[in-house]
């Protein structure tokens, strides 16, 4: 049996174990209220308890940084961020028509005002930059992000992602990953990552519904 193979395996027993216990509440909570209320309606709750448990560390250690999420969609962990660490600046990048060939249908049915409406609240501290990733990121090189998710679902924006966002991760900072395990899109993710760091993995994978991985720079 391959390291990948019992990996794969200690997931699907973790898994449900997870569930159960995110289910019925961690008992004591590290993060507010309003964490623990997203929590509790979201239908991916370890992932989402991961990441609250995530902004609630650089918020209590005080690491600076902006907060980027590449590949929004609709929205709805964009007003997660936005609402659980308000005072961070949040870059939402997207191109809001979906995958740039056009084979690929979905991602489509939203927008950037629809995002916008979505997360609600003060919007002064929400940039959005709709269209082709890196394109959208010109004029932020010397920006430093103490939280990243990447969600971009495919290889090459993955891979342009950690390109972009690592050497700008601070130190203490956390960078996210969705779909790592997730077959769609011929395991692009996963594939990025084996690229762009080769045999160190620095990452480690949750087991949230479709596979994320987290890592933390150290």
Same mark, same amino acid.
Request: charged residues 25%.
């Given at each position: 049996? !391959?390291?990948? !193979? !019992?990996?794969?395996?200690? /997931?699907?027993q973790v898994t449900p174990w997870a569930l159960r216990f995110v289910n019925r509440g961690m008992r004591y909570p590290p993060y507010d209220s309003a964490a623990a209320e997203e929590v509790k309606t979201s239908v991916d709750k370890v992932r989402l308890a991961t990441i609250a448990l995530a902004l609630r560390t650089i918020d209590l250690e005080n690491i600076?940084?902006?907060? /980027?999420?590449?590949?929004?969609y609709r929205g709805e962990l964009s007003r997660v961020l936005h609402r659980l660490s308000p005072a961070r600046t949040l870059y939402l990048f997207d191109t809001f028509a979906g995958f740039q060939d056009g084979a690929d249908a979905r991602f489509r049915d939203t927008s950037a005002e629809l995002v916008r409406r979505s997360v609600g609240g003060d919007h002064t501290k929400v940039q959005i930059k709709e269209g082709y990733f890196p394109s959208t990121a010109e004029g932020l090189e010397d920006e430093r992000f103490a939280f990243v998710m990447l969600?971009? %679902?495919?290889?090459?924006? !993955?891979? /342009?992602?950690?390109?972009?966002f690592m050497p700008r991760l601070v130190k203490g900072g956390?960078?996210?990953?969705? %779909?790592?395990?997730?077959?769609?899109s011929d395991r692009g993710v996963s594939k990025a990552f084996a690229e762009y760091f080769g045999a160190s993995k620095p990452y480690v994978e949750i087991p949230d519904r479709w596979g994320s991985v987290v890592l933390r720079c150290a």
């Amino acid at each position: 049996m !391959t390291l990948r !193979t !019992t990996a794969k395996s200690l /997931a699907r027993q973790v898994t449900p174990w997870a569930l159960r216990f995110v289910n019925r509440g961690m008992r004591y909570p590290p993060y507010d209220s309003a964490a623990a209320e997203e929590v509790k309606t979201s239908v991916d709750k370890v992932r989402l308890a991961t990441i609250a448990l995530a902004l609630r560390t650089i918020d209590l250690e005080n690491i600076d940084g902006a907060m /980027a999420e590449l590949g929004v969609y609709r929205g709805e962990l964009s007003r997660v961020l936005h609402r659980l660490s308000p005072a961070r600046t949040l870059y939402l990048f997207d191109t809001f028509a979906g995958f740039q060939d056009g084979a690929d249908a979905r991602f489509r049915d939203t927008s950037a005002e629809l995002v916008r409406r979505s997360v609600g609240g003060d919007h002064t501290k929400v940039q959005i930059k709709e269209g082709y990733f890196p394109s959208t990121a010109e004029g932020l090189e010397d920006e430093r992000f103490a939280f990243v998710m990447l969600d971009g %679902d495919r290889y090459d924006v !993955t891979l /342009a992602g950690l390109r972009f966002f690592m050497p700008r991760l601070v130190k203490g900072g956390y960078l996210f990953a969705h %779909d790592f395990n997730n077959p769609e899109s011929d395991r692009g993710v996963s594939k990025a990552f084996a690229e762009y760091f080769g045999a160190s993995k620095p990452y480690v994978e949750i087991p949230d519904r479709w596979g994320s991985v987290v890592l933390r720079c150290a």
